[in-house]
């Protein structure tokens, strides 16, 4: 089983339309969350963290955080055609004190205009 | 937010020559930073984790003797690619992670793609 699991899509949502992009992880011992979004050719740039179970909003992005299921979302309300990209979830893991990001494999996103 | 360079950009080279890749962390301190390969349409992988003043900590399966890192300051890590082959070009990428309170955050470097012909 891969530590961090994510549809690779495509999703393609319209514009103006809610985008829900989903990511289970393996490893119960996982502290945080991230949210980043690339774009072809380009370095990943973080959208959002999450740490505690629940929601947490900020602009257009909602990030979901289930402990107990072990599954992190992603909403993006009122999607834009600029919002098409991958969106990759990362999960941090501290073993023996080493910090480590696992990364899922990404979901690509369409915004049709 | 914390930014963190890479130099160069782009890089083409000849099969079996060196290439040396950078990467700052240009208003910060890093003590840690971590080297991503990336192949067209796959996702990050995770090389290694640099810790200032001490050796790299290699993934599985990745050779430290071809990718050889060093993080000789609080704000620079390098990453060599040593007798590099066309299977070695890739999208490279480096970031720095950023304590914050209870958590940490990682700030990506704008990648290095690496051509070997």
């Known amino acids: 089983q891969k530590e961090v699991e994510q549809n690779s899509g495509p999703l393609s949502v319209p514009e103006g339309a809610i985008a829900s992009l989903n990511c289970t992880y393996s490893?119960?011992?996982?502290?945080?969350f991230f949210w980043y979004r690339q774009y072809s050719g380009k370095s990943p740039e973080l959208i959002m963290f999450?740490?505690?179970?629940g929601d947490k909003e900020d602009g257009r992005f909602t990030a979901q955080l289930n402990k107990a299921s072990q599954y992190v979302s992603l909403l993006i309300r009122d999607s834009q055609p600029s919002d098409s990209a991958t969106y990759l979830c990362?999960?941090?893991?501290?073993?023996?004190?080493?910090?480590?990001?696992?990364f899922g494999t990404g979901t690509r996103l369409k915004v049709l205009a | 937010g914390a930014v963190v360079s890479q130099h160069p950009s782009w890089v083409i080279c000849k099969s079996g020559t060196s290439v040396k890749i950078e990467c700052r962390s240009l208003?910060?301190?890093?003590?840690?930073m971590f080297w991503y390969r990336q192949f067209p349409k796959q996702s990050l992988m995770l090389m290694a984790t640099?810790?200032?003043?001490?050796?790299?900590?290699?993934e599985q399966g990745v050779e430290k003797d071809k990718f050889l890192i060093n993080h000789a300051s609080l704000t620079l890590s390098t990453l060599t690619v040593t007798s590099a082959h066309p299977e070695d070009s890739s999208f490279y990428i480096c970031?720095?992670?950023?304590?914050?309170?209870?958590?940490?955050?990682?700030?990506f470097g704008p990648g290095t793609r690496l051509t070997v012909l």
């Open positions: 970031s720095a992670r950023v304590p914050r309170g209870g958590y940490n955050e990682q700030f």
């Open positions: 490893d119960r011992g996982s502290q945080s």
């Open positions: 999450i740490y505690s179970n």
């Open positions: 990362a999960v941090n893991l501290v073993t023996s004190g080493t910090y480590k990001y696992i």
């Open positions: 208003d910060f301190q890093a003590t840690t």
């Open positions: 640099s810790n200032e003043g001490s050796k790299a900590t290699y």
